[in-house]
T-cell receptor
Framework: GQQVMQIPQYQHVQEGEDFTTYCNSS?????IQWYKQRPGGHPVFLIQ?????EVKKQKRLTFQFGEAKKNSSLHITATQTTDVGTYFC?????????????FGKGTSLLVTP | GAVVSQHPSWVICKSGTSVKIECRSLDFQATTMFWYRQFPKQSLMLMATSNEGSKATYEQGVEKDKFLINHASLTLSTLTVTSAHPEDSSFYIC?????????????FGEGSRLTVL
């Protein structure tokens, strides 16, 4: 079945440094989504990428979807302590009543001031 | 955006007892809801798909008799952990699509942290 892999598992940076997490799927994806989960919280939607080679920006966050639609990345420029959390990528997987999301293992980001 | 509410947020129970967790879509109707489970510092694993008015669809390896799911209305799905044991201690999160918005975003409840003593 479809597997979504994410690296690194953990990343510890100093405030102001950049951060990147990478996501790879074993199958071609129709779209890929990114979520952020703060410690003790629930996942919150960040973005959805649909087109091959798509690049989207949200302030300091840049999301890319690979040409083959099997990989994606999230890059944060000049991290801040508010960026702390776990970032998950997720790909759609068909279930009998529609589709659910298959989540990667996530990358936990720790930012120290 | 759409709001999904989950209750209770925290529950502690004795081994052998059953616990019910409720998931409600507050401002939209959800014919399908998803129940995920998350162990500490791990990913979200899909347990089952809850379908309004019909049986839930369970993922491979998830015991349907242990994790009873009921989706009696378009705004409420419940997960009952029956005869809970310490290994069932986990963070259970429900989620749903708002098909009226159809932004592709999956809306999550706040999660329910279960501790079985």
């Amino acid at each position: 079945g479809q597997q979504v892999m994410q690296i690194p598992q953990y990343q510890h940076v100093q405030e102001g440094e950049d951060f990147t997490t990478y996501c790879n799927s074993s199958t071609t994806l129709s779209n890929i989504q990114w979520y952020k989960q703060r410690p003790g919280g629930h996942p919150v939607f960040l973005i959805q990428l649909v087109k091959s080679g798509e690049v989207k920006k949200q302030k300091r966050l840049t999301f890319q979807f690979g040409e083959a639609k099997k990989n994606s990345s999230l890059h944060i420029t000049a991290t801040q302590t508010t960026d702390v959390g776990t970032y998950f990528c997720a790909g759609p997987r068909w279930v009998n009543s529609g589709y659910a999301l298959n989540f990667g293992k996530g990358t936990s980001l720790l930012v120290t001031p | 955006g759409a709001v999904v509410s989950q209750h209770p947020s925290w529950v502690i129970c004795k081994s052998g007892t059953s616990v019910k967790i409720e998931c409600r879509s507050l401002d939209f109707q959800a014919t399908t809801m998803f129940w995920y489970r998350q162990f500490p510092k791990q990913s979200l694993m899909l347990m089952a798909t809850s379908n309004e008015g019909s049986k839930a669809t369970y993922e491979q390896g998830v015991e349907k008799d242990k994790f009873l799911i009921n989706h009696a209305s378009l705004t409420l799905s419940t997960l009952t952990v029956t005869s809970a044991h310490p290994e069932d201690s986990s963070f259970y999160i429900c989620s749903a699509w708002d098909r009226g918005l159809w932004t592709g975003e999956l809306f999550f409840g706040e999660g329910s942290r279960l501790t079985v003593l």
